[in-house]
């Protein structure tokens, strides 16, 4: 079967520095190469599924600029549905700056038209989001919206996949109305505290340790899915293929050990190229 997937998140523009370290604070220091490629959780996620082999549908906002023009037609050219991503006259679309130095990233997000994301954005969806199989939603967008789909979905009796990246707090209505809660450790922390509580939301709550794999309660012990072993080139965008492929497995009715072997598998092919998206996986390249 084709998995239905509708993603309501943030887009953007990445702005990309590598160097090979990172800057001390007042320092100066001489990077090696500038890029700008097309980003943000919710649209990666999106492409991510596409790629996949999903139906997908994306729910969001852009600016009436060259960046704005440029995530759009990135979109289409991955077979996204964009009939739900609204065009704001006036608006920046999102930027995300980023520096790969020393065999990591570092981000800052300005949000742009994505602080526009408002509950009516996805009630402008809600014909597509009735009939999907899932809802894939993050956190680069106003708490309000995520609360209000998280509503939606229980309304509807849709799964819903929170991304909850980045990490902020998270209400319990939220975390009840969701199928399945996706932090990594750091982001778990912060929700949760010291006391991991893998047990209270037997699965539902999937911690990702990016080359250590994933966690999850099975209601009789702690599961550890592996992660696959690969040469890191870029790992930004690795989270976003994770939760894009978890969501495309469990969309078609995969079990969820299965479908987190699915994510790994994705996630670990993303790092091996440069970029969020110029990693993420065809399904033939995760299968095969």
């Not at 990591?104 to 999907?132: R, Y």
């Not at 809802?135 to 819903?160: F, M, N, Y």
């Not at 929700?191 to 994933?214: H, M, R, V």
Request: aromatic share 6%; net charge negative; glycine share 10%.
């Amino acid at each position: 079967m084709t998995a239905k997937i509708i993603v309501i998140g943030s887009s953007s523009m990445d702005l990309v520095v590598t160097a090979s370290k990172r800057p001390e604070s007042g320092e100066t220091i001489l990077g090696e190469s500038f890029k700008t490629v097309p980003g943000g959780k919710g649209a990666n996620q999106a492409v991510a599924a596409a790629r996949l082999g999903a139906e997908v549908y994306f729910a969001g906002c852009i600016g009436d600029d060259p960046y704005g023009e440029a995530i759009l037609a990135n979109l289409q050219a991955n077979r996204v549905n964009t009939d739900y991503l609204k065009i704001l006259p006036g608006e920046a679309s999102g930027t995300a700056h980023i520096v790969l130095a020393e065999g990591d990233n570092s981000i800052i997000v300005v949000q742009g038209a994505n602080k526009k994301v408002t509950p009516s954005i996805a009630d402008a969806a809600l014909p597509i989001l009735k009939e999907a199989d899932l809802v894939l939603i993050q956190q680069e967008i106003p708490d309000e919206t995520v609360e209000h789909v998280s509503a939606l979905c229980k309304e509807h009796g849709v799964r819903l996949l929170l991304n909850p990246a980045p990490a902020r707090q998270v209400s319990q209505a939220v975390l009840d109305a969701a199928s399945f809660l996706t932090p990594n450790e750091t982001e778990a922390r912060f929700l949760f505290g010291a006391d991991e509580p893998l047990e209270t939301y037997p699965n539902k709550l999937i911690i990702t340790q990016g080359s250590n794999g994933a966690r999850y309660h099975n209601g009789e012990k702690i599961i550890t899915v592996p992660a696959f072993s690969v040469q890191p080139v870029d790992t930004t965008g690795a989270g976003d293929t994770f939760n894009a492929a978890f969501a495309v497995a469990i969309a078609e009715g995969k079990p969820l050990a299965e479908a987190l072997l699915f994510a790994n598998r994705a996630a670990s092919i993303s790092v091996t190229k440069f970029g969020a998206q110029g990693g993420m996986p065809y399904r033939v390249e995760v299968e095969g």
